[in-house]
């Protein structure tokens, strides 16, 4: 017979330290039915065999069981349906009061039940003392110490469990409230739920007192018997000069209080604990914020600056480019041998002293070659003039063409560049190595090109950013199991919630500002659903790396370089968010649910390095597997979009196919007149636009710096608008999906951000063409009616709810 | 009416009564704030709002909207 045990416990109580001793490396992570909670299962470690398994469900943490939170409504829905052999209620020791509280509850569903107390060598370390005999035989059920943490006592405890869940005794719960309150518990439970299992009525009557909607919904109660109750609970509320809800909570914790007295003894009252101490410094009014920005840089500069975008580097240049060389030896003899190549090929005086002159006529890019070959740095020179090379050689009648002096091939790259494998030990990337290997089977091209363009290239986009993930997470993990997580959401409340997000979107929305991907996982971190999916719908319109170059792009060739077009992006993200919080908290779709505001600052706790690395590849791996398929499968369907076409009327496989006879190219020529009112309906903007939704450096690509030729600046502002804000690339798509863990959110935030984007590049093109000139009466009208109707959501009144609506599905 | 809005800090109040209803008062309660429980007023956010209170124990914060819910003696 298999055995089911349900975890429960209040958030920061060791829960999950707790199932991680237990069930070790057999977990399974999945949902709960219906909603997007985490539902957690794994098998208890030596004490399942094939026909006896005992299983192990985590509950999430949880305060109470009231019907306000989908977490406490999803834990009493598992615990009515599922009825558990037995629960383990973990409580931490150091805070037994308000643990208690949910103990209370949880008694009352007539389930066994086995209180295990953690965090008791901090208690000891304190001084306190706690009679678990005497808090067991007032509660009526089994009590333990252990401490998670060490693994002390996990034994011993699961061995109880076991034994309680087996002998199938039903729990009865020993505390009763006031008189009159008792009165009216047994007269429901006459009137109503007299043919119910005497185990289940106790919990069910105080919930129809307490007139839980969930509860009365769920027993289908008629409305003579609603009434007939409801003469009941009016006098008892009468009688206590409370409401109901609220005379059970007080009585439950007039109960606890009455009982903890006699069980436990605190011997330094009023001392300072460590958490006061260091709360004194970190949420101190004015040293707070200081404190607070010292940690973003570091954690914004080691996962985002260095080691995240050298782990990336690696995982895109050398694990999924063409190689690297292990362990950095003969990367310095390798970049040695490029500098003198460089010096002696490239860096010419007669390529310097056209640039200069270049420079002064004013020709987009001169500066930046000059400024690559003064600095002697070869690659930033070869990628300048991969963009600006072809405008040198065409404008003031090719005066200032360096290609002739340059060590150029036909196909416009370097040639006799030094070779990498020649230097020290060199690791080829994947694709060369698949690239070899499908060489020397002699596979057909287009196969070749999907294999490695499509499969192997869409597979390192997933598995690129990994590797930061992994240092952002650790860095996550170790911010939420200290405490300081908490404190971040307690500094930060007041600007953000404003905008219908928490304190803890900052983290998310900086880490943005590096790469997308990381910054929607590292939303996580947010309890709140409603906060969390604003958090994650609004994060990608602050300018992530991959836009710098289109910023850098439109602001050269259309702005020549004007110092502001780069901030106004970042102004536009904020911009965004902004308005986006404010117009969409007011919406159904997220004034339905209620954000307790509410809020435990945990004590502060050295993590152990076992806990931070399981939580780092449990999102990780959950990023792989979920967002994975969505990303891979794009790359392939892009991929091919670009390389099969029509040329000449024929539909043919090219792996160099111009990009206008793509299908790619069809299908954007097609719909290039959506962005007409944009003031960018061209083909090549279109498709650039499309091509971004690989990766938002691909814009850059797909337009050289003369294909501006002929747009105003106002209309190539309208573009990098819509690009900022428009659908972030696959790889954050795919996040987007992983996150929500919904297919209506996630099209619901992909389609919200294009809409937006569309809006916004409307209002700049169409109100700024009355400066310009170019007035387009229709556009604007259209405009100013999206103008319009943005100021008056911003404006109009904001109603929190006050009740769940969320119906969660009663069975799996 | 005396609220938990306008304790002074490093005061130590006694809950009288919770306004209110719904959601965030049941939330309030089930925190551990309840009638006749003390409240001992820790610091004010950076920002000015929410504030640290504790309660029961531990601490707790609570923005100075809902502390308004809440009537002190």
Same mark, same amino acid.
């Given at each position: 017979?298999?055995?089911?045990?349900?975890?429960?416990?209040?958030?920061?109580?060791?829960?999950?330290?707790?199932?991680?001793?237990?069930?070790?490396?057999?977990?399974?992570?999945?949902?709960?039915?219906?909603?997007?909670?985490?539902?957690?299962?794994?098998?208890?470690?030596?004490?399942?065999?094939?026909?006896?398994?005992?299983?192990?469900?985590?509950?999430?943490?949880?305060?109470?069981?009231?019907?306000?939170?989908?977490?406490?409504?999803?834990?009493?829905?598992?615990?009515?349906?599922?009825?558990?052999?037995?629960?383990?209620?973990?409580?931490?020791?150091?805070?037994?009061?308000?643990?208690?509280?949910?103990?209370?509850?949880?008694?009352?569903?007539?389930?066994?039940?086995?209180?295990?107390?953690?965090?008791?060598?901090?208690?000891?370390?304190?001084?306190?003392?706690?009679?678990?005999?005497?808090?067991?035989?007032?509660?009526?059920?089994?009590?333990?110490?252990?401490?998670?943490?060490?693994?002390?006592?996990?034994?011993?405890?699961?061995?109880?469990?076991?034994?309680?869940?087996?002998?199938?005794?039903?729990?009865?719960?020993?505390?009763?409230?006031?008189?009159?309150?008792?009165?009216?518990?047994?007269?429901?439970?006459?009137?109503?739920?007299?043919?119910?299992?005497?185990?289940?009525?106790?919990?069910?009557?105080?919930?129809?007192?307490?007139?839980?909607?969930?509860?009365?919904?769920?027993?289908?109660?008629?409305?003579?018997?609603?009434?007939?109750?409801?003469?009941?609970?009016?006098?008892?509320?009468?009688?206590?000069?409370?409401?109901?809800?609220?005379?059970?909570?007080?009585?439950?914790?007039?109960?606890?209080?009455?009982?903890?007295?006699?069980?436990?003894?605190?011997?330094?009252?009023?001392?300072?604990?460590?958490?006061?101490?260091?709360?004194?410094?970190?949420?101190?009014?004015?040293?707070?914020?200081?404190?607070?920005?010292?940690?973003?840089?570091?954690?914004?500069?080691?996962?985002?600056?260095?080691?995240?975008?050298?782990?990336?580097?690696?995982?895109?240049?050398?694990?999924?480019?063409?190689?690297?060389?292990?362990?950095?030896?003969?990367?310095?003899?390798?970049?040695?041998?490029?500098?003198?190549?460089?010096?002696?090929?490239?860096?010419?005086?007669?390529?310097?002293?056209?640039?200069?002159?270049?420079?002064?006529?004013?020709?987009?890019?001169?500066?930046?070659?000059?400024?690559?070959?003064?600095?002697?740095?070869?690659?930033?020179?070869?990628?300048?003039?991969?963009?600006?090379?072809?405008?040198?050689?065409?404008?003031?009648?090719?005066?200032?063409?360096?290609?002739?002096?340059?060590?150029?091939?036909?196909?416009?790259?370097?040639?006799?560049?030094?070779?990498?494998?020649?230097?020290?030990?060199?690791?080829?990337?994947?694709?060369?190595?698949?690239?070899?290997?499908?060489?020397?089977?002699?596979?057909?091209?287009?196969?070749?090109?999907?294999?490695?363009?499509?499969?192997?290239?869409?597979?390192?986009?997933?598995?690129?950013?990994?590797?930061?993930?992994?240092?952002?997470?650790?860095?996550?993990?170790?911010?939420?199991?200290?405490?300081?997580?908490?404190?971040?959401?307690?500094?930060?409340?007041?600007?953000?919630?404003?905008?219908?997000?928490?304190?803890?979107?900052?983290?998310?929305?900086?880490?943005?500002?590096?790469?997308?991907?990381?910054?929607?996982?590292?939303?996580?971190?947010?309890?709140?659903?409603?906060?969390?999916?604003?958090?994650?719908?609004?994060?990608?319109?602050?300018?992530?790396?991959?836009?710098?170059?289109?910023?850098?792009?439109?602001?050269?060739?259309?702005?020549?370089?004007?110092?502001?077009?780069?901030?106004?992006?970042?102004?536009?993200?904020?911009?965004?968010?902004?308005?986006?919080?404010?117009?969409?908290?007011?919406?159904?779709?997220?004034?339905?649910?209620?954000?307790?505001?509410?809020?435990?600052?945990?004590?502060?706790?050295?993590?152990?390095?076992?806990?931070?690395?399981?939580?780092?590849?449990?999102?990780?791996?959950?990023?792989?597997?979920?967002?994975?398929?969505?990303?891979?499968?794009?790359?392939?369907?892009?991929?091919?979009?670009?390389?099969?076409?029509?040329?000449?009327?024929?539909?043919?496989?090219?792996?160099?196919?111009?990009?206008?006879?793509?299908?790619?190219?069809?299908?954007?020529?097609?719909?290039?007149?959506?962005?007409?009112?944009?003031?960018?309906?061209?083909?090549?903007?279109?498709?650039?636009?499309?091509?971004?939704?690989?990766?938002?450096?691909?814009?850059?690509?797909?337009?050289?710096?003369?294909?501006?030729?002929?747009?105003?600046?106002?209309?190539?502002?309208?573009?990098?608008?819509?690009?900022?804000?428009?659908?972030?690339?696959?790889?954050?798509?795919?996040?987007?999906?992983?996150?929500?863990?919904?297919?209506?959110?996630?099209?619901?935030?992909?389609?919200?951000?294009?809409?937006?984007?569309?809006?916004?590049?409307?209002?700049?093109?169409?109100?700024?063409?009355?400066?310009?000139?170019?007035?387009?009466?229709?556009?604007?009208?259209?405009?100013?009616?999206?103008?319009?109707?943005?100021?008056?959501?911003?404006?109009?009144?904001?109603?929190?709810?006050?009740?769940?609506?969320?119906?969660?599905?009663?069975?799996? | 009416?005396?609220?938990?809005?306008?304790?002074?800090?490093?005061?130590?109040? *006694? =809950?009288?009564? #919770?306004?209110?209803?719904?959601? +965030?008062?049941? @939330?309030?309660?089930?925190?551990? &704030?309840? /009638?006749?429980?003390?409240?001992?007023?820790? *610091? =004010?956010?950076? #920002?000015?709002?929410?504030?640290? +209170?504790?309660? @029961?124990?531990?601490?707790?914060? &609570?923005? /100075?909207?809902?502390?308004?819910?809440?009537?002190?003696?």
């Amino acid at each position: 017979m298999s055995i089911k045990i349900a975890l429960a416990g209040n958030p920061n109580s060791g829960k999950t330290t707790l199932f991680n001793a237990l069930t070790g490396s057999n977990q399974f992570v999945g949902n709960w039915p219906g909603v997007t909670v985490e539902k957690k299962e794994g098998k208890i470690k030596g004490h399942s065999s094939k026909d006896d398994e005992v299983i192990l469900v985590d509950l999430p943490g949880i305060y109470s069981l009231s019907p306000y939170t989908l977490e406490e409504v999803v834990s009493r829905n598992f615990l009515l349906d599922e009825k558990p052999n037995a629960i383990i209620n973990i409580i931490d020791g150091s805070n037994l009061e308000r643990n208690l509280y949910l103990t209370t509850q949880l008694v009352e569903l007539g389930i066994p039940v086995i209180v295990a107390v953690n965090m008791m060598d901090i208690v000891r370390k304190n001084g306190d003392k706690l009679d678990t005999q005497k808090l067991s035989k007032e509660l009526g059920c089994e009590v333990t110490e252990i401490s998670a943490l060490k693994s002390e006592g996990i034994n011993d405890l699961i061995e109880k469990a076991i034994r309680v869940a087996k002998s199938g005794k039903k729990m009865v719960a020993q505390h009763s409230f006031e008189g009159s309150v008792e009165h009216a518990l047994a007269h429901i439970e006459e009137a109503v739920l007299h043919d119910m299992p005497e185990s289940e009525q106790r919990f069910l009557a105080i919930k129809l007192f307490e007139r839980d909607d969930k509860v009365i919904e769920r027993l289908n109660l008629d409305s003579r018997i609603i009434s007939h109750i409801e003469a009941d609970i009016k006098n008892c509320e009468d009688e206590l000069d409370d409401d109901s809800e609220s005379i059970i909570t007080s009585e439950r914790y007039a109960y606890i209080a009455s009982i903890i007295g006699s069980c436990y003894t605190k011997r330094n009252k009023g001392k300072l604990t460590v958490t006061d101490k260091i709360d004194k410094v970190v949420t101190n009014r004015w040293l707070a914020l200081p404190i607070f920005a010292i940690v973003m840089i570091i954690v914004y500069y080691v996962s985002v600056s260095t080691v995240g975008t050298w782990a990336t580097d690696w995982a895109n240049d050398g694990l999924f480019g063409d190689g690297w060389h292990l362990f950095g030896i003969g990367s310095s003899q390798y970049d040695d041998a490029v500098s003198e190549y460089a010096e002696n090929e490239v860096f010419l005086p007669e390529v310097k002293t056209a640039l200069e002159g270049a420079n002064e006529a004013g020709i987009t890019g001169a500066d930046e070659l000059l400024a690559a070959a003064e600095d002697k740095d070869f690659g930033a020179f070869e990628e300048a003039y991969g963009s600006y090379g072809e405008e040198l050689a065409v404008k003031e009648n090719g005066k200032y063409d360096i290609t002739p002096m340059l060590p150029i091939d036909e196909e416009g790259e370097f040639s006799d560049t030094p070779d990498p494998a020649d230097y020290g030990v060199w690791v080829p990337g994947i694709p060369v190595l698949v690239e070899n290997g499908l060489v020397a089977v002699n596979c057909a091209d287009w196969l070749q090109g999907l294999i490695l363009d499509g499969i192997v290239g869409g597979v390192g986009a997933v598995l690129g950013f990994v590797p930061q993930m992994i240092v952002l997470f650790i860095f996550l993990a170790f911010l939420e199991a200290c405490g300081y997580m908490a404190r971040i959401a307690f500094i930060m409340d007041r600007i953000f919630r404003k905008f219908g997000l928490s304190g803890k979107s900052f983290i998310p929305m900086l880490i943005g500002s590096g790469c997308g991907v990381p910054g929607v996982m590292a939303s996580r971190t947010i309890e709140n659903e409603r906060d969390r999916r604003m958090t994650i719908m609004t994060t990608t319109f602050i300018p992530c790396g991959a836009k710098l170059p289109i910023i850098a792009l439109i602001s050269a060739a259309l702005f020549n370089g004007t110092w502001w077009v780069a901030p106004s992006a970042y102004f536009l993200g904020i911009a965004a968010i902004i308005v986006s919080g404010i117009m969409l908290k007011k919406t159904k779709m997220f004034a339905g649910d209620p954000a307790p505001f509410v809020m435990e600052l945990p004590a502060y706790h050295m993590p152990t390095v076992g806990n931070i690395l399981r939580s780092m590849w449990e999102r990780a791996s959950s990023f792989i597997k979920r967002a994975g398929t969505i990303i891979l499968l794009s790359s392939i369907i892009i991929w091919a979009g670009s390389c099969f076409g029509i040329v000449d009327g024929i539909f043919t496989f090219s792996a160099d196919m111009e990009l206008e006879d793509s299908i790619l190219g069809i299908v954007g020529n097609a719909i290039c007149w959506i962005f007409s009112p944009l003031g960018f309906g061209n083909i090549k903007a279109t498709i650039a636009t499309i091509m971004g939704l690989v990766a938002k450096e691909e814009v850059v690509g797909v337009f050289g710096v003369l294909d501006f030729e002929g747009m105003t600046s106002l209309a190539g502002y309208a573009f990098l608008a819509f690009n900022l804000l428009c659908a972030p690339c696959f790889a954050a798509i795919g996040a987007i999906r992983r996150e929500m863990n919904n297919p209506k959110w996630t099209a619901f935030a992909i389609a919200y951000q294009c809409v937006f984007a569309y809006a916004v590049s409307l209002m700049i093109y169409q109100i700024g063409s009355i400066f310009t000139g170019g007035l387009n009466i229709i556009g604007l009208i259209a405009a100013i009616i999206v103008a319009a109707f943005i100021i008056y959501m911003l404006v109009k009144p904001y109603k929190a709810a006050d009740k769940l609506t969320l119906k969660t599905k009663a069975k799996a | 009416m005396q609220t938990l809005k306008d304790a002074v800090i490093g005061q130590t109040v *006694k =809950v009288k009564r #919770l306004h209110g209803e719904g959601a +965030v008062k049941r @939330r309030i309660m089930d925190m551990g &704030i309840t /009638k006749g429980v003390d409240v001992h007023i820790r *610091k =004010v956010a950076p #920002l000015g709002d929410p504030i640290e +209170v504790t309660v @029961r124990g531990y601490e707790l914060s &609570i923005r /100075k909207a809902d502390a308004e819910m809440i009537e002190i003696e």
